[in-house]
Every structure is written in structure tokens, then in C-alpha cells.
């Protein structure tokens, strides 16, 4: 089981995962995330932990449903 999600700095394997989510089930995700992610290093950084954040609630909603 992993850890409760947090809005510390993701892994890069993660926000890698967490896009490839956005891009087949949560568009509205990935356009939020590439918004921001070039305004800058903090920017980018709190981008891509929300992004993860999203990610692992509606995997964990998911697996409660059994997807």
C-alpha cells in the first residue's frame, strides 16, 4: 500500500505516471497542469505534486470500486 499522498515534491517516475493518467482519463487535469508547469521551478514543482495528488485520489477511489 503506499504512503497518504502528500504535496512533497513527487519522484520523477511518478508525475510521468501521473501524466500519462491526465492524458487518458482527466484532460481537464493535464491542461490545469500545463498551465502552470512553465511558469517556473516552484511552479513546476507544486504542479506536479497536485498533479500525482489527483492522480492517487482517483486511483484509490478505483481500487475502493474495483475498477
Not at 500500500?1 to 500519462?20: K, N
Not at 491526465?22 to 507544486?46: C, I, K, P, S, T
Request: proline share 4%; hydrophobic share 50%; net charge positive.
Amino acid at each position: 500500500m503506499r504512503p497518504a499522498p502528500s504535496l512533497l515534491a513527487p519522484d520523477f517516475d511518478d508525475v510521468r505516471r501521473a501524466l500519462a493518467w491526465a492524458l487518458d482519463h482527466d484532460l481537464d487535469a493535464l491542461l490545469e497542469h500545463r498551465q502552470v508547469a512553465h511558469l517556473g521551478n516552484a511552479a513546476r514543482r507544486r504542479a506536479d505534486a497536485l498533479l500525482v495528488l489527483r492522480w492517487q485520489r482517483a486511483a484509490a477511489r478505483c481500487a475502493e470500486s474495483l475498477c
